[in-house]
């Protein structure tokens, strides 16, 4: 290591040159320059088949019928509400009727009756429909 003695030769002590500050904008330019370049981005190549595409099939969305129960005995079918049984049921043969290919959804509020489950049940069984899905409200009770 190199020792420059102060005392006797006064005059190096001026000369020295003091690297520190160039080397912090040596490394703040070094830091800059690998935050901007520009990242190799990978890619993976894939071969599609030529072949097969008449084999692909489209995707078939089936429509459905969604009957929902609420409570004090209402019904809505599709989002067209009703009071009572009656008109929900002569609402439901015709959109039956109109989408024979349609699923059948039973939405269910938690605290609907089940007289109102067994009643569009026996109408479904009667009418031989089966419902897709039966859906209820899961939320806790208090």
Not at 45 to 57: F, I, N, R, T, Y
Not at 120 to 133: G, Y
């Amino acid at each position: 290591m190199i020792h420059i003695e102060t005392e006797q030769h006064s005059g190096f002590s001026d000369l020295a040159v003091d690297l520190t500050p160039m080397i912090d904008i040596l490394f703040i330019v070094l830091v800059f320059f690998i935050l901007t370049a520009n990242p190799v981005e990978h890619a993976l190549k894939v071969d599609l088949p030529a072949k097969g595409a008449e084999q692909a099939q489209a995707l078939i969305v089936k429509k459905s019928i969604q009957i929902t129960l609420f409570t004090e005995g209402k019904w809505a079918i599709n989002e067209h509400k009703f009071s009572d049984w009656s008109p929900t049921k002569i609402a439901l043969k015709a959109a039956i009727e109109n989408a024979p290919e349609s699923e059948i959804v039973i939405a269910s509020a938690r605290n609907a009756s089940v007289e109102q489950l067994l009643e569009l049940m026996a109408f479904l069984q009667q009418e031989n429909l089966q419902a897709a899905q039966i859906m209820m409200d899961s939320a806790t009770t208090p």
